[in-house]
């Protein structure tokens, strides 16, 4: 049998071939980080990426939101003050316009009670007026009666002419007659004279507000008088 020969690996062999191995997987592994540091061809694109806030520093549309914000606010307020002074201002006005129909009102019925006092009652110049401003006169001085008991003895005393003479009884036997609506003589017209008329014996007015105070004076009221008195 032939002689095979024996290959005998000694120690600078092993080395030699541990080199070989580990300077192979240097190069492997270089080359594989050469081609991780390069991106891929897929990671470049044309969309745009909105700028991020970084440590707290707004971005321009950050503050452009926040600029109308704060407009948009400021705009509230002054809407809300300008209604404020418009309501504050119509308020105003109302009051004053209230104040001022107030005194025009007063100053309507002061020139009416004006023109009420420069302008005395008118009477009819009849028995009527007559009988009628009498009894203004007795209700001023506290005289009582009325217009039917007025009315009443005046028409049985002289018929209603204020002129009417009486020249048959004792007063005129004496020199006094009666005279007038309610046939009052002298002395008892002076005596029983109301202030504010006339001091005439025939003047209507004059003659029944005296012949009323007489009346009141003895009977309590003309209003009780039904005969001569």
Known sequence: MPRISTLRITRTHKLATAALVAAG???????????????????????AVEPVAAAGIPTAKDAAEKK????TAAKKTAAKEAAA??????????????????????????????????????????????IRESLDIMEK?????????????????SSGNPNAVNDWDINARNGIPSKGLLQVIQPT?????VKGTPKKLTDPVANITAAANYA??????????????
């Open 216 to 229: 009141a004076d003895r009977y309590g009221s003309i209003d009780n008088v039904d005969s001569a008195y």
């Open 141 to 157: 001085k506290d005289i009582p009666g009325s217009y039917e008991g007025l009315h009443r003895n005046i028409m049985r005393e």
């Open 189 to 193: 017209f002076d005596a029983y004279h």
């Open 68 to 71: 109308a914000a704060a407009q």
């Open 85 to 130: 002074k418009k309501a504050v201002a119509d308020r105003k006005a109302t009051a004053e316009r209230a104040a001022a129909k107030e005194r025009s009102e007063k100053q309507a019925a002061g020139r009416s009670a004006e023109r009420k006092a420069v302008s005395p009652k008118q009477y009819a110049n009849n028995l009527d007026g007559w």
């Open 25 to 47: 997987s240097v190069s492997a592994i270089a080359a594989t980080s050469a081609q991780g540091d390069t991106p891929p061809a897929a990671a470049h694109s044309s969309v």
